[in-house]
């Protein structure tokens, strides 16, 4: 059985990780040059 601390520990750490992440995912984000170049019309292909 895992001991308190060990639970912990192991929360902080992916819990930091995590936030970590999503700040670098938000940074992307906010940059207009990777979705400039996105825009498509619908063309059927049959009509």
Same mark, same amino acid.
Request: net charge positive; with cysteine.
């Given at each position: ?5 060990? %639970?912990?520990? %192991?929360?902080?750490? %992916? ?22 170049? %996105? ?9």
């Amino acid at each position: 059985m895992a001991r308190l601390n060990q %639970i912990i520990a %192991i929360e902080k750490g %992916i819990k930091s990780r995590s936030i970590l992440e999503l700040a670098e995912a938000q940074k992307a984000l906010q940059k207009p040059a990777l979705f400039s170049g %996105i825009s498509r019309t619908y063309c059927p292909k049959d009509e």
